[in-house]
């Protein structure tokens, strides 16, 4: 159980020294309970303290890092079932599945290794491949080697997956998979090749069953795979991983893996795994046309949703609007974008939306702050070269902000300001009746 | 090593609402379709059944929507031209339910006549929305209600600056409302207080929390329908309904899904990229527990039926 | 008088099948006899009715105001609900009129209306203020009047007069260390000779730590009645309005209050803008002249509200001044640029500002008189709530308390005392009547409460000082949005209610509104409103409030349930009605014995802490003490605010006795 602010508060010295650079012991405990600092930083919290604060603290699932040659794909750490509770941590990684045998594995994962898209300013591309041992895996890796540095999931039998291991020793790959069949000799070739494990089973028993039995043997990075088969058992079985490992059931305490890969609907079956607790992903090939929906489902689920997320700053295009178009203006928080950008659009009007960079605030925390002024409001204008797309040099401002006008007036010259309503939803009025 | 599956109980379930009415039931549709009526969360069979499935509708236009992206233009095609046939071959692509959405261009009688003629035409139940200005919506709205009188359609769309026209006449004419509100459990919640307190019988309102297409803000409705859920199975009265959504409108409107030239080559083929995307908007949905999803093209019903389908066998 | 009446109330729809029993009802007003006789099952109110007495039922009876309550001093009546009434009340043969039913011969006492409604539980009235029992002048002051005789000079003793001066307090009050300003020496001779070397000193000591040093203050000449008073004035400076109370240093007793909102409003009602306006060019000059001159203008004020026997008060009489304000208003007063308490990481430049002279401040006091500007915590939370928390005691409680500051930023405290938490929130100034369009302070010709007959909708109202109606304040905007919400003139989202009919519900200019007093009844002869903006404002303000205090509460992990008592600061005037602020969602639906009305808690903590240097130490003691939480770092504050933008909150569940009033007035109609 988390303990609450006033509860670590009471296992702290409680003399309001300063050291830790908060300003009381409780403001500290606060933190602590936000998991925003170390423990670390008092230095006068007493041994037993330190103690009961620990046992609070340990994340329910093992964090597993697969490694290679400098990058590094990681899953764990999860602390919730549901992302509005806290937050999802650890993006699933997502792997292309490859086969040994496959005459042009290094054009193939070239290409996708090559794979890069831009979502709102963030490059994303694969995490990496999954390695099918249906030929000599050490041939292949070497092949793989010198198309990709990302980690790898190494699939087949302990005699197979030798090779591979070999073929690619300091770094950690992922094997596929310990059953009830191979578990000494899979656990054995993990803990000698310092590789993580697949654990396979299809109860939460038996997977339970099997982590403890490889765990005693000294390989602590474990996966879970619940090979279920269809969608309805695939989220059955992941939600009772995660909600066992979050009541602290230290043997299912690990990440989970999915296969969309063999799925009826690769796409949704991966979009299931995205939301519903997969750690890793593995794809069937590499299909831009899914992968890309799939990395901005991923970066959508695994958004903090405690923190406001921002759009790109820039002028937008609502409703083709025309030189003549209104220009409107608003902040880069997304609610507050979203909110605009839905009245407009939904009113069918058209209009030019400059956003403005507000470090991703409100228009009234914005102005607050002083990151929504007349000034940054001028730079965005001018930034966007909002001036060579409309005929009609005037700009609508947020009604909260209505004060701001005349300085940005004086800021934006042969402008003309108006003030626009305070709230999204009187856009479209506004709109109709006031601009025309 | 035998583990206790924790299983969750809950006091609160969502109320089973039917659209639609059969003429037994003093309408003229081929059937009704029932929706809501879980008692947990949702697929989790190990908990407790699904006792009634999502449904797919498929909405469809009083005139042809020369601003759809050109992939929906050219699967309806023809059809787009006149309501009636459009909703059957909508019926045809899949449909368990239709929309029908009114434009501003509509006269009242023009909109009446488009109602009766896609009810003519398709014996599924029948959703209708305004244009989405309240002026216009309630113009035409009330006389639409009065005119199918009985038949259990869903008017919308309700939102807390305009709903207590649309309201007075669901109830005066039998029909159910769709209560929109932004991305937000407090304002649902509200909305649906505000209806309820007009009297509106609570097993007459399908919650629309609006949902953001993927990569444009689905994390919100996402997040917002989970916790609606949870304070629904947790006994908050006012969040037991079942809720409708629109991941067609959410995602062909998207750049993504709506336009082929001029995007980035890692987008991927066109049509794929675009029925992915309203697919994946509708599945992610799904999976947070919409009971009524609204799409657009064919091949994107298809898909999220066959996954309901699979979903809902234990 | 006996009237016999084929009156018959409510009960005509009984066709009586018997004969009807006839009972005597006397009633005693004003010390005044009358007597009716009705049949039984009569309604005491339409007994009263018949009697020609005029039972005031703002309710429109039914028994949710309690203002028609009445003694049975003889005989019984038969109670239909007894909700207003406590067990003692009945004990007493309290009934309420429009709930109460003839069933034989009885005796009725009409209490006059004041005493009702001093006698409602939901009332709450902020104590007078009293002298704390140990203020001991001379041990608890940090100034003091000295008398002291000076040795004339003479051809023998051509010492100078302050070198004079400095020797008679060595000699006569053991001051080894004595400090003058220029001002005062340009006047010390002349004053040493117009008393004849009989001089009243004035001086500010070190409590505790050093007697032996002191700083002259003032010098006047003779000597002065000791007994005489010494002027002293504690301060608070509100975002809206600037309280201040002059008060005698010798007795401790407050002698003048006055209150006036800030002049700073003109230029922004909240501390952003004001800070804004501040950082532009002049602006922060004008900012801290249009402070300095309400503070001077209410010093001027106050003194001529006190009569002395010693003849008139004078501001330049006033030798010390405490005070109290939030961090920027405090800036603003002493002319500290103040744009880096609004931009991240939100830093003050000063929380506890050394301590200073009247000419140093600018104000009309005593040039060297001293000014203590009271500790701040941070940025958002500043003098006025450390003072807060010193005059409710919450930094000594023993379990957890949670302290409100109802006024413009909203501030919370959470604590007892092992520990403090607290918050700011901005709630705008709709309850101290600004932002309003019929707002005002709780003064002369405010309403301040309002009932709201849930039949015929028509308002009665109760203003303060009892004349025509001016405007309303803020416990008068809360009982009036309550009734207004209670009776469906709006309805749960504030919106006034369309179908409502009643020629008070109309089309403003500021959308739809409700009137609450007629052109006719009012001082200005225009209609007192309430509109649909207003609305809004207060729905903003009390959801802010009611957000900072929820999440401040689960931030530290305590339920909100288990606070001990809830104690709330604020400019409404005299009292509260606890009962309609938790109608509309401002306060938690607890129990109402745990609510005080603590009145400005911020004026009174300064008032403490300007009589006795131990209470000023303690309010260092509690802005160090005090850990401030930051709202705005994550979601949970947005979340908490727009739910409870609802009335009187989206979760009903929240509020059990507001569901029950709801309920039961469904049964009603």
Aim: with cysteine; charged share 20%.
């Amino acid at each position: 159980m988390a303990l609450s602010g006033i509860q670590i508060y009471k296992l702290l010295p409680q003399t309001n020294c300063k050291e830790c650079s908060f300003p009381t012991c409780l403001a500290f405990a606060m933190k602590l309970a936000a998991k925003q600092v170390e423990l670390g930083a008092c230095p006068y919290v007493s041994d037993e303290s330190k103690k009961q604060l620990a046992e609070s603290a340990a994340p329910p699932i093992r964090l597993v890092a697969l490694k290679s040659n400098g990058t590094e794909v990681k899953a764990g750490n999860e602390v919730c079932l549901f992302r509005h509770e806290k937050t999802f941590y650890n993006k699933p990684g997502l792997f292309i599945r490859v086969k040994a045998s496959d005459p042009d594995l290094a054009q193939k994962v070239a290409t996708a290794d090559a794979y890069k898209v831009n979502y709102v300013g963030m490059d994303f591309s694969i995490d990496g491949f999954a390695v099918l041992a249906d030929a000599d895996l050490g041939t292949a890796i070497k092949t793989i080697r010198t198309a990709t540095k990302r980690p790898l999931i190494l699939m087949g039998d302990p005699a197979s997956l030798q090779p591979g291991l070999l073929a690619c020793s300091g770094e950690t790959p992922l094997l596929y998979a310990a059953d009830a069949s191979n578990a000494d000799a899979m656990a054995d070739l993990a803990k000698t090749h310092k590789a993580a494990l697949i654990v396979k089973a299809d109860s939460p028993d038996a997977l339970a069953e099997l982590t403890q039995k490889i765990q005693a043997k000294g390989v602590e990075d474990l996966v879970l795979d619940a090979s279920a088969t269809s969608l309805s058992a695939a989220l059955t079985r992941n939600t009772q991983l995660r909600r066992l490992a979050l009541k602290n059931m230290r043997a299912l305490g690990y990440p989970i893996i999915a296969f969309p890969c063999d799925a009826k609907d690769e796409g949704i079956a991966a979009a299931q795994a995205i939301a519903k607790y997969a750690g890793f992903v593995v794809l069937s090939e590499f299909k831009p046309e899914l992968l890309y929906p799939l990395l901005v489902l991923r970066e959508n689920i695994y958004t903090d949703p405690q923190k406001p997320i921002q759009v790109q700053p820039g002028i937008y295009e609502i409703n083709a609007p025309k030189p003549e178009s209104p220009v409107l203006v608003t902040t880069n928080f997304s609610i507050t974008y979203f909110a605009v950008a839905n009245e407009v659009e939904g009113s069918g009007l058209p209009a030019w939306l400059v956003v403005t960079d507000a470090e991703g605030m409100s228009v009234l925390t914005a102005w607050a702050a002083g990151k929504f002024d007349a000034e940054r409001i001028a730079k965005a204008i001018k930034g966007f070269n909002v001036a060579d797309k409309v005929s009609k040099k005037r700009i609508i401002l947020p009604g909260h902000v209505a004060v701001l006008s005349g300085e940005v007036e004086e800021e934006l010259p042969g402008w003309e300001v108006r003030v626009g309503p305070r709230e999204a939803v009187d856009l479209p009025a506004f709109m109709k009746q006031v601009l025309n | 090593m035998p583990i206790d599956i924790p299983k969750d109980k809950w006091p609160g379930s969502i109320r089973a609402i039917t659209i639609g009415a059969t003429s037994a039931e003093g309408g003229t549709r081929a059937k009704s379709i029932t929706v809501g009526g879980q008692t947990t969360l949702p697929y989790l069979h190990f908990e407790a059944p699904t006792p009634n499935q999502p449904v797919i509708a498929i909405e469809i236009k009083s005139r042809k929507p020369e601003d759809w992206s050109p992939l929906l233009l050219e699967t309806w095609g023809e059809a787009m031209n006149d309501s009636a046939q459009w909703a059957k071959k909508a019926e045809e692509a899949g449909a368990g339910l239709l929309v029908l959405a009114l434009t501003v261009e509509d006269s009242v009688e023009d909109a009446v006549k488009a109602v009766k003629s896609v009810l003519a035409a398709s014996g599924l139940p029948l959703i209708v929305w305004g244009p989405g200005q309240a002026e216009k919506d309630n113009e035409l709205l009330v006389p639409i209600a009065e005119a199918t009188k009985g038949e259990k359609l869903v008017l919308g769309i309700c939102e807390d600056k305009n709903y207590r026209t649309i309201v007075a006449t669901a109830m005066a004419n039998g029909h159910l409302v769709q209560a929109r509100t932004p991305m937000d459990v407090n304002l649902s919640k509200q909305l649906n207080i505000l209806i309820s307190d007009m009297g509106m019988p609570k097993d007459r309102i399908l919650m629309d929390p609006t949902t953001g297409a993927l990569g444009y803000g689905i994390e919100y409705g996402y997040s917002v329908m989970e916790r609606l859920r949870l304070a629904a199975l947790q006994g908050d009265a006012m969040t037991q309904f079942p809720m409708i959504v629109t991941p067609g409108f959410e995602a062909w409107k998207t750049k993504e899904s709506k336009v082929g030239e001029g995007v980035p080559e890692s987008w991927g083929d066109w049509k794929a990229r675009a029925i992915n995307w309203e697919t994946l908007t509708a599945m992610a949905l799904i999976e947070s527990g919409a009971d009524v999803v609204v799409l657009r093209h064919p091949e994107s019903v298809k898909r999220v039926k066959d996954a309901i389908g699979e979903l809902v066998i234990a | 008088m006996l009237r016999s009446a084929c009156f018959v109330g409510r009960q005509t729809e009984h066709a009586p099948r018997t004969k009807v029993m006839q009972h005597t009802v006397s009633f005693t007003l004003d010390d005044k006899p009358t007597a009716v006789i009705v049949p039984t099952n009569t309604l005491l109110a339409d007994a009263a009715h018949l009697a020609g007495i005029d039972i005031g039922q703002p309710c429109g009876g039914q028994g949710r105001c309690g203002r028609c309550a009445v003694q049975v001093t003889e005989g019984s009546v038969k109670r239909r609900s007894t909700l207003r009434l406590s067990p003692v009340d009945i004990e007493q043969g309290y009934a309420l009129a429009c709930q109460s039913i003839v069933e034989g011969d009885i005796a009725i006492y009409v209490p006059p209306q004041e005493k009702i409604e001093r006698r409602l539980t939901t009332d709450r009235v902020v104590a007078e203020v009293t002298v704390p029992a140990d203020y001991e002048y001379s041990f608890a002051q940090t100034v003091r009047r000295l008398h002291l005789t000076l040795n004339p000079p003479s051809m023998d003793d051509q010492t100078d007069d302050w070198a004079r001066l400095q020797t008679a307090f060595r000699l006569q009050h053991q001051i080894e260390r004595l400090t003058c300003s220029v001002g005062l020496l340009r006047k010390m001779g002349y004053v040493l000779r117009e008393g004849d070397w009989k001089v009243t000193a004035i001086i500010e000591t070190n409590q505790p730590a050093d007697q032996m040093t002191a700083r002259l203050i003032d010098l006047r000449p003779s000597h002065e009645d000791e007994y005489a008073p010494l002027w002293g004035s504690a301060i608070d400076i509100g975002t809206t309005t600037v309280t201040l109370w002059l008060v005698d240093l010798v007795t401790g007793q407050v002698r003048a209050q006055a209150a006036e909102y800030n002049g700073q409003i003109a230029r922004g009602e909240d501390v952003v803008s004001r800070i804004i306006f501040a950082a532009k060019n002049g602006g922060g000059g004008e900012m801290r002249q249009r402070v300095l001159e309400t503070i001077n203008s209410l010093l001027e004020l106050a003194c001529k509200r006190v009569k002395s026997p010693q003849g008139k008060v004078t501001p330049d009489q006033v030798i010390k001044a405490t005070i109290a304000g939030n961090s920027t208003m405090m800036h603003l007063l002493l002319g500290i640029p103040a744009s880096s308490i609004r931009l991240s990481p939100f830093i003050t430049t000063v929380n506890h500002p050394p301590s200073m002279t009247g000419r140093d401040v600018g104000l009309n006091a005593c040039p060297e008189a001293v000014v203590d500007c009271l500790p701040g915590v941070a940025s958002y939370v500043g003098a006025d709530i450390t003072s807060g928390v010193l005059s409710s005691g919450l930094d000594g409680a023993e379990n957890v308390t949670l302290f409100l500051d109802v006024g413009t930023n909203g501030e919370t405290v959470l604590g007892n005392r092992d520990w403090l938490v607290t918050c700011a929130c901005s709630a705008g100034p709709a309850f101290e009547g600004a932002g309003v369009v019929n707002g005002m302070r709780a003064t002369q010709g405010a309403i301040e409460e309002v009932w709201i007959n849930s039949e015929t909708l028509e308002p009665t109202y109760r203003v303060i000082g009892g004349g025509k109606p001016k405007g309303i304040c803020g416990s008068g905007l809360i009982s009036l949005l309550s009734e207004a919400f209670i009776t469906g003139v709006v309805d749960k989202g504030g919106n006034v209610n369309v179908a409502a009919s009643s020629s008070r519900v109309r089309e403003g200019a500021h959308g739809r509104e409700y009137v609450v007093a007629w052109g006719h009844e009012s001082d200005s002869g225009e209609d007192i409103v309430i509109t649909r903006v207003d609305i809004d404002n207060l729905l903003r303000a009390k959801a802010a409030i009611y957000a900072g205090f929820t999440v401040l509460a689960e931030n530290v992990g305590i339920p909100l349930e288990t606070t001990d008592k809830v104690l709330i600061g604020g400019s409404f005037g005299k009292y509260i009605n606890v009962e309609k602020a938790v109608q509309i969602g401002l306060l938690p639906d607890m129990d109402w014995s745990r609510f005080e009305f603590l009145g400005n808690t911020s004026v009174k903590g300064a008032y403490l802490a300007l009589l006795d240097w131990r209470k000023r130490e303690r309010i260092t003691e509690i802005a160090k003490r005090m850990t401030y939480v930051e709202l705005s770092a994550d979601n949970s504050f947005y979340e908490a605010f727009t739910s409870a933008l609802f009335l009187p909150h989206t979760d009903l569940s929240k509020f059990p006795s507001v569901a029950e009033a709801l309920e039961s007035k469904k049964v009603d109609r």
